[in-house]
C-alpha cells in the first residue's frame, strides 16, 4: 500500500530491473508516461497548443527529449531548452536526443540566446515539462539555471516535473543548497509524475508545495524486483481494521476515560481544546486537568469534567499530558507521576520540552512499558534530539526514526507532510492537510485525538496514523468551505473530525459486508 523509497533503493531497482531488459527502455517508458500524463493534463490540444520541454544533462533530461518525441510525433507543437553536453550524455539520453532532433520538435539553442527568459516568456505555453534533473542532483542548480527556474515558477501554466521537480532533494524534501549560502532554487510543478516508485521528499517539507500532486509510472516494473518497504504514503487503509462501528451492547466505560492534562495559569485553553476533541471523537469520558486552581465546568462542552492535575488520578486512563503545561516545578511534578503510569500515554507540547531539557526523564520515557505516543513539532523534536530546528527540517524522516528509536515511542513530527515514525523504523507520510492548520492550539487538537482513540482502544501505530489524516482531512475539508486556510480557528476542526471520524467507520463497515 502506498510505498516509498530513498533514492538508494530506487536506484537498485532500477538496476534490477535494467539487467532483464534492452539497454534505454526505461527510459523509453518514462518518456511514454510522461507524454501520456502531459496528454492528459493539457485535456483538448488545439493549434494554439504549445509545449516545452527542459532538457538536462542526465537521465532525466533522457526522460524530457523521451517524451518531446512523442508529443511532436503526436502533431503537437513542441519546443526543447536543452541544457547538457551531448559528450557527457548517457547512451540511452543521446538516443533519446536523436530520436527529439528527428521529429519537429524545435531545439532552442540557449548559446545563440542572450536573453533565455525573453524567450520563455515571448510564447503564452500551455504546459511545460520539467526534466533538468531528477534524483541525480547531488549539488545545486548551476547559475545559468537560476533564472530559468525562476522564470517558469512565474509562468500561469501547468507544469509537469519528471521524477522530482528539478532543484528538489527526493529523499528529504529539501531544495538542494548550498546551506552557507542559502541560494537552492527548485521548479514549482504543478504535477509529478515519479517514476519506478514514490518518493518521500515528495510529500514533506518544501515537497508539497514542489511536487504539487503527485502520481507513479511503475515503468512495468516486476513487483518481485520492490523490496519490502519501510516508508508509505499515510491513507485510511493503514488504519482501516481499527475503524470500528459501535456494538448495540456498549456504554460509555466501553471507550475509556481521557484525562487532559496541561492548562498552567494563562494556558487553561489548550487543555479544554484537546479535552473537547476527545469527548468529540468518542471517548467516554473526558477529564480537563489543570495545574492552576480548575474552572468550575466548561459551558460550551459540560461533559467535561474539570479537575486540578495533581488531585486526578488518572492511572486508569489515557493521558493526553503537555498542551500548555508550562515548564515549572509542579509541571514537572504531574509530567513525571504520568510518565510512571501504565497508562497510554500522549506526550505534546511542553511535556516534551521538559523531557528534551532533563536526562533523567528522558530515561523514564524510554523505560516505559505502556504505550507512549510523542507529537513534536520540529522545534520540540529538536529539543529531544539535541539539534536545531534546521537540523530536523534537513530530514524529517530521519529525524521522526530517530526519536522513535531513542525514546522508544512513536513519533508524529508535525508540519507540511507530517511524519508519523514507529520504534521499528516504519514511516508513514501524510499528504493531506494544508496551511490552514498553522494556527495557534491546532495541535492541541491533535493531542486531543490521539488520546481519543487510545482510550477507544486503537493500538497505537493506528491511532497516530487515523489522528493525523482526521486532522489533514478535516483542515481540507474546512478550506474547500471557505473556512480557512486564513483565518481557520483549531476549534473549527472539532466537529468536521467528529464526522470525518463517523464517515470513515461507516465506509469501512460497508466495504466490510
Ligand atoms: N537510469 C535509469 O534506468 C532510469 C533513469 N530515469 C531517470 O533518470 C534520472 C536520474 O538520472 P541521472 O542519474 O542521470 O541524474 P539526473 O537527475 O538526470 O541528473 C544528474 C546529471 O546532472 C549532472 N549534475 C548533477 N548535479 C548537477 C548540477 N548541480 N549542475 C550541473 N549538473 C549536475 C550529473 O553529472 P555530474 O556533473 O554530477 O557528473 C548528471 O549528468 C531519474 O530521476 C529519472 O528521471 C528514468 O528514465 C527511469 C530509468
Ligand atoms: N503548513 C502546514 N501544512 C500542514 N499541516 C500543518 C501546517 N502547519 C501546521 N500544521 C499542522 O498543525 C499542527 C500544529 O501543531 P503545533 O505546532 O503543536 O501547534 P499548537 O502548539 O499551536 O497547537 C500540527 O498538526 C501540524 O502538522
Ligand atoms: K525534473
Redesign the pocket.
Known amino acids: 500500500m502506498n510505498p516509498m523509497y530513498p533514492i538508494a533503493q530506487i536506484r537498485q531497482i ?2 534490477a ?2 539487467a532483464t531488459l534492452a539497454p534505454g527502455t ?2 523509453q ?3 511514454t508516461a510522461a507524454a501520456h500524463a502531459a496528454l492528459e493534463l493539457i485535456k483538448f490540444p488545439h493549434q494554439q497548443t504549445s509545449i516545452l520541454v527542459l532538457a ?8 524530457a527529449l523521451e517524451s518531446a518525441a512523442h508529443l511532436a510525433q503526436l502533431g503537437l507543437s513542441v519546443s526543447v531548452l536543452l541544457h547538457a553536453d551531448p559528450d ?3 547512451v ?2 543521446k538516443q533519446a536526443l536523436l530520436r527529439a532532433q528527428a521529429s519537429s520538435a524545435k531545439f532552442i539553442d540557449s548559446s545563440q540566446t542572450n536573453d533565455v527568459d525573453a524567450v520563455i516568456t515571448s510564447t503564452p505555453w500551455t504546459l511545460v515539462i520539467d ?1 533538468l ?10 547559475d545559468q ?1 537560476h533564472q530559468i527556474v525562476n522564470t517558469i515558477n512565474r509562468l500561469h501554466c501547468v507544469v509537469l516535473a ?3 521537480p528539478s532543484g528538489l532533494d ?1 529523499d528529504t524534501g529539501n531544495i ?1 543548497d548550498d546551506q552557507a549560502g542559502g541560494r537552492g532554487v527548485a521548479v514549482r510543478a504543478s504535477h509529478t509524475i515519479t ?2 516508485a514514490d518518493k518521500p521528499g515528495l510529500h514533506t517539507c518544501d515537497g508539497r508545495d514542489l511536487a504539487g500532486q503527485v502520481q507513479v509510472a511503475r ?1 512495468g516494473i516486476d513487483h518481485s524486483l520492490f523490496p519490502a518497504s519501510a516508508i508509505r504514503l499515510n491513507h485510511p487503509d493503514l488504519f482501516a481494521a481499527s475503524l470500528q462501528q459501535r456494538k448495540h451492547n456498549s456504554h460509555k466505560g466501553s471507550f475509556g476515560d481521557v484525562a487532559v492534562i496541561g492548562g498552567a495559569l494563562g494556558m487553561a485553553g489548550a487543555v479544554i481544546l484537546a479535552a473537547r476533541t476527545a469527548a468529540q471523537c468518542g471517548a467516554g469520558r473526558v477529564f480537563a486537568a489543570f495545574l492552576q486552581d480548575a474552572p468550575a465546568y466548561d459551558s460550551a462542552q459540560p461533559e467535561l469534567m474539570c479537575r486540578r492535575a495533581h488531585e486526578l488520578d488518572f492511572s486508569a486512563m489515557a493521558v493526553v499530558i503537555g498542551p500548555g503545561l508550562g515548564t515549572s516545578a509542579a509541571a514537572r511534578d504531574v509530567l513525571l507521576h504520568a510518565l510512571q503510569a501504565a497508562t497510554p500515554l500522549v506526550l505534546d507540547a511542553d511535556a516534551l520540552n521538559l523531557i528534551g531539557a532533563e536526562s533523567s526523564l528522558q530515561k523514564i520515557v524510554t523505560q516505559r512499558q505502556a504505550v507512549s505516543l510523542m507529537t513534536p513539532h520540529p522545534l520540540e523534536a529538536a529539543r529531544l534530539l539535541g539539534k536545531s530546528g534546521a537540523a530536523i527540517q534537513l530530514d524529517r524522516v530521519d529525524a521522526a526514526r530517530r526519536l522513535a528509536a531513542q525514546y522508544g515511542s512513536v513519533v508524529i513530527l508535525k508540519g507540511s507532510g507530517t511524519v508519523i515514525a514507529g520504534v521499528d523504523g516504519e514511516i508513514a507520510i501524510n499528504p493531506n492537510g494544508n496551511a490552514g492548520l498553522a494556527t495557534a492550539g491546532s495541535g492541541d487538537v491533535l493531542a486531543g485525538l490521539c488520546g481519543a482513540l487510545l482510550a477507544q482502544g486503537w493500538p497505537v501505530w493506528e491511532a497516530a496514523l487515523a489522528a493525523v489524516w482526521l486532522h489533514g482531512a478535516a483542515a481540507d475539508t474546512l478550506v474547500a468551505q471557505g473556512i480557512g486556510a486564513i483565518g481557520l480557528t483549531a476549534g473549527e476542526l472539532i466537529p468536521v473530525l467528529r464526522s470525518g471520524l463517523n464517515r470513515l467507520t461507516a465506509e469501512q463497515a460497508l466495504l466490510r459486508r
Open positions: 532500477e538496476q530491473a535494467q526505461l527510459m517508458r518514462a518518456g538536462g544533462p542526465g537521465d532525466n533530461g533522457g526522460d557527457k550524455q548517457s540511452a539520453a526534466g534533473f531528477g534524483i541525480g542532483l547531488t549539488r545545486p542548480l548551476p539555471l519528471l521524477d522530482v527526493a538542494v517514476f519506478i515503468l
